[in-house]
């Protein structure tokens, strides 16, 4: 079991806290270590900074993070509030940054790969946003040929969480559905079913943050709200 592994409630896997204490009680104590988490919602949620919260707290306990960014992350902001330094833990970050969804594909796999191969201890693996480029790809004819290459990643990422017993943290991107008029996750309902666990990100006020269950093996939907703050998250005052 990892430093910052706990049991869940009962039997079952071993969860990554996530530095929030009210969202750690909503998922049974973090994030699974042997399937995939995706976090959706619109910009400015707070999907990345729970991703670099998860992947900061990992390595600083020593153990290396594969961090695959599509979206332009600051390595300086991953290690922001970090009494290590930037450049004492990002030497524990594997940084992939794809142009495309094709070099995304080969960042997966050849990432995976190396997490899989055990040579170093990998705590976790992030793909932030897994839907930038795929996205790009709707409505063309190079559409099917991009959700069939976004499938193989979303299954190598999951055969890497199951084999390498790491969390897998995935971000997505949403669209707005003007016949229910409901904001949902892209990629429909593929994306849900691959994921073990759903949350989705809202901004119900400038300094807040809430994150709702939408889908867990285990736990009852329910939510938890967090501050950003300047270094990172924390706990809103009465959930401490």
Same mark, same amino acid.
């Given at each position: 079991?990892?430093?910052? &592994?706990?049991?869940?409630?009962?039997?079952?896997?071993?969860? =990554?806290?996530?530095?929030v204490? $009210?969202?750690?009680? =909503?998922?049974? *104590?973090?994030?699974?270590?042997? /399937? =995939?988490t995706?976090?959706? *919602?619109?910009?400015?949620?707070?999907?990345t900074?729970?991703?670099?919260? @998860? @992947?900061?707290?990992?390595a600083?306990?020593?153990?290396h993070?594969?961090?695959?960014?599509? #979206? *332009?992350?600051?390595?300086?902001?991953? $290690?922001?509030?970090?009494?290590?330094?930037?450049? &004492?833990?990002?030497?524990?970050?594997?940084?992939?940054?794809?142009?495309s969804?094709?070099?995304?594909?080969?960042?997966?796999?050849?990432?995976? $790969?190396l997490?899989?191969?055990?040579? +170093?201890?990998?705590?976790?693996?992030?793909?932030?946003?897994a839907?930038l480029?795929?996205?790009? @790809?709707?409505?063309t004819?190079?559409?099917?040929?991009? %959700?069939?290459e976004? =499938?193989?990643? !979303?299954?190598?990422? !999951?055969?890497?969480?199951?084999?390498? #017993?790491?969390?897998? !943290?995935?971000?997505?991107q949403?669209?707005?559905?003007?016949?229910?008029?409901?904001?949902?996750?892209?990629?429909g309902?593929? !994306?849900?079913?691959?994921?073990?666990?759903?949350?989705?990100?809202? %901004?119900? $006020?400038?300094?807040? +943050?809430?994150?709702?269950?939408?889908?867990? %093996?285990?736990?009852?939907? *329910?939510?938890?709200?967090?501050r950003?703050?300047?270094? /990172?998250?924390?706990?809103l005052?009465?959930?401490?």
């Amino acid at each position: 079991m990892s430093p910052t &592994a706990t049991p869940a409630e009962g039997a079952g896997p071993t969860r =990554l806290p996530t530095g929030v204490p $009210a969202l750690d009680r =909503l998922l049974g *104590g973090g994030y699974d270590t042997d /399937g =995939l988490t995706m976090l959706y *919602g619109e910009g400015g949620s707070g999907k990345t900074v729970l991703c670099l919260a @998860a @992947a900061t707290q990992v390595a600083r306990e020593g153990r290396h993070v594969l961090y695959i960014d599509t #979206e *332009g992350v600051s390595p300086e902001r991953a $290690a922001a509030g970090s009494g290590d330094g930037a450049s &004492a833990l990002l030497r524990r970050w594997l940084l992939a940054s794809p142009r495309s969804l094709e070099e995304q594909g080969r960042a997966v796999r050849t990432g995976c $790969a190396l997490v899989r191969e055990g040579r +170093r201890p990998f705590g976790l693996v992030v793909l932030d946003s897994a839907t930038l480029y795929y996205r790009l @790809a709707l409505g063309t004819p190079e559409e099917d040929e991009a %959700r069939s290459e976004l =499938l193989h990643e !979303l299954a190598e990422l !999951l055969a890497t969480a199951i084999h390498a #017993e790491v969390p897998v !943290l995935l971000t997505n991107q949403v669209w707005h559905n003007v016949t229910t008029g409901v904001t949902e996750p892209l990629g429909g309902s593929f !994306l849900i079913h691959v994921a073990k666990t759903v949350l989705r990100l809202e %901004r119900p $006020a400038p300094d807040r +943050r809430r994150a709702v269950l939408v889908k867990h %093996r285990s736990r009852p939907e *329910g939510s938890a709200e967090f501050r950003i703050t300047g270094t /990172g998250i924390e706990g809103l005052p009465s959930e401490l």
